[in-house]
């Protein structure tokens, strides 16, 4: 199994980013997917969650609004597209895989410990 993000780097504030994610070694396309981030010093927190099918999305209160979660189930990519980014979002991005049966019962989770398999992680640095 492996995950891995792309497309980090530094941004002004108010810049935009687009991170992905490639899978590969499991059914990309059965697991509801997350984004989790973890700045210096703090713990890893929760960003965004999508559905087996990309119907459903769940966002942290912090980034809705502002963040967009999707997933191209035949290119088994997940994306984060991330705007008005501000310096509190500089962290360190990681995608997760959460297996869940692929159907309408998926639950969206937001606790890091829910999600199976994890990538080594992006960094996203916002700053002028």
């Known amino acids: 199994v492996q995950l891995v993000e792309s497309g980090g780097g530094l941004v002004q504030p108010g810049g935009s980013l687009r991170l992905s994610c490639l ?3 499991f059914m990309f396309s059965y697991y509801v997917m ?3 981030r973890q700045a210096p010093g703090k713990e890893r927190e ?3 969650a999508i559905n087996y099918d990309g119907g459903r999305t769940y966002y942290a209160d912090s980034v809705k609004g502002r963040f967009t979660i999707s997933r191209d189930n035949a290119k088994n990519t997940l994306y984060l597209q991330m705007t008005s980014l501000k310096p509190e979002d500089t962290a360190v ?3 997760a895989a959460d297996a869940q049966p692929p159907d309408p019962s998926q639950i969206l989770m937001s606790t890091s410990w829910d999600y199976d398999y994890w990538g080594q992680g992006t960094q996203v640095t ?3």
Request: aromatic share 34%; hydrophobic share 45%.
């Open 93 to 95: 991005y990681y995608c």
């Open 34 to 36: 997350g984004w989790f």
């Open 46 to 48: 929760f960003v965004a």
């Open 23 to 25: 899978a590969s070694g």
């Open 126 to 128: 916002v700053s002028s």
